[in-house]
């Protein structure tokens, strides 16, 4: 079965510090990657995505991603995190021939000043 | 930059009433979708539609659900006979379409459904 896993419920990172929330998957074929952001009260935010190409992305407010295609990773990174980095983060995988995303459980990012 | 409204913000409803769910996508979007959260568990893909009809859908989607695009600009995900475990917080969402570069979905801020 398609899966993605978010192996930590929760992640705490010093204000700063370089943090890393963890995503691994699961599907056949060549996944499309992304990573959203669910602030309080929110709706979901596009952060990157990974359709093809080189394998960092760089997206909104300072995220990047890897994609590790041996380990099946997509490992969401930022050098400096900030307290307004605080929120939830899903990892999600699209095929190429669906119209959905699958999602991960999330991610509780709580930075600390 | 655009957003995709919906409304209302919370819905309380008793078991077995219909609750119609709206949206209103950015304006120049082909690609909708439905997705739903329950409480403390992932966001699950509930129904996508384009060009006026479902593209696809998954197991949760079932005869008590429908989706209605009535009027070119509102979303619309209806239930006809709620049940106790279709309380959770329902997202619509919206994507241009067209090619990689608009795979990004826009979510809205979602309603929160109660069912008592």
């Known amino acids: 079965a398609q899966s993605v896993a978010q192996p930590e419920d929760q992640v705490n990172v010093a204000e700063g510090n370089p943090l890393t929330v963890k995503c691994t998957y699961s599907v056949s074929g060549n996944p499309y990657l992304f990573w959203y952001v669910q602030y309080p009260n929110r709706g979901l935010q596009f952060l990157l995505k990974?359709?093809?190409?080189?394998?960092l992305v760089k997206g909104s407010y300072g995220f990047e991603a890897e994609f590790n295609k041996s380990q099946t990773s997509f490992h969401l990174k930022k050098p400096s995190a900030l307290v307004s980095d605080s929120a939830l983060y899903f990892c999600a995988v699209r095929l190429p021939n669906t119209d959905k995303l699958i999602f991960g459980t999330g991610t509780r990012l709580q930075v600390f000043p | 930059e655009p957003e995709v409204t919906q409304t209302p913000s919370h819905q309380v409803t008793q078991m077995g009433q219909e609750v119609i769910l709206r949206c209103v996508p950015i304006?120049?979007?082909?690609?909708f979708y439905w997705y739903r959260q329950i409480l403390g568990q992932k966001v699950e893909f509930l129904v996508s539609f384009y060009n006026n009809e479902i593209s696809e859908k998954s197991e949760i989607f079932d005869d008590q659900f429908s989706v209605e695009r009535p009027d070119g600009s509102n979303f619309t995900l209806k239930i006809r006979s709620t049940k106790l475990e279709d309380s959770a917080m329902y997202f619509c969402?919206?994507?241009?379409?067209?090619?990689?570069?608009?795979?990004?979905?826009?979510f809205g801020s979602g309603t929160q459904l109660s069912v008592l």
């Open positions: 969402a919206s994507r241009r379409g067209g090619g990689r570069t608009n795979e990004k979905l826009f």
């Open positions: 990974y359709i093809t190409g080189d394998n």
């Open positions: 304006s120049n979007h082909l690609y």
